[in-house]
């Protein structure tokens, strides 16, 4: 079973940066897409960021495009989420997801297994 956990939440000014990590607990971490979302207090959980298992294709909700970067390092079975030029309405908590080995993601059930989550604030 895989198990995801992520890191880097925290306080932020607007206009900062942050880095979050996804730390996947599974050897065949090359082979799963990945995604990043997020959910606000009241809002349904939103698509931010998916990486295809190769890593040789990305995709960004509009609002994010520009800011963030999804990227991958399979030897570290670790996915991340840099994040530049964060806006107050970027606080949320953010999850990261994987989907199955060696698949293409079309819809967010698509996705097996998620993190816990790591708060990402931004103040203004």
């Known amino acids: 079973q895989v198990q995801l956990v992520e890191s880097g939440g925290g306080l932020v000014q607007a206009g900062g940066s942050l880095k979050l990590s996804c730390a996947a607990s599974v050897r065949t971490f090359n082979l799963l897409p990945m995604g990043w979302f997020r959910q606000a207090p009241g809002k349904e959980r939103e698509f931010v960021a998916g990486i295809s298992w190769r890593g040789d294709v990305t995709n960004y909700v509009d609002s994010v495009k520009g800011r963030f970067t999804i990227f991958r390092e399979n030897a570290k079975t670790t996915t991340y989420l840099q994040m530049n030029s964060l806006k107050p309405e970027d606080t949320a908590v953010y999850f990261c997801?994987?989907?199955?080995?060696?698949?293409?993601?079309?819809?967010?059930?698509?996705?097996?297994?998620w993190g816990q989550g790591t708060q990402v604030t931004v103040s203004s």
């Open positions: 997801a994987a989907g199955r080995a060696m698949e293409t993601i079309d819809n967010i059930r698509d996705y097996l297994v």
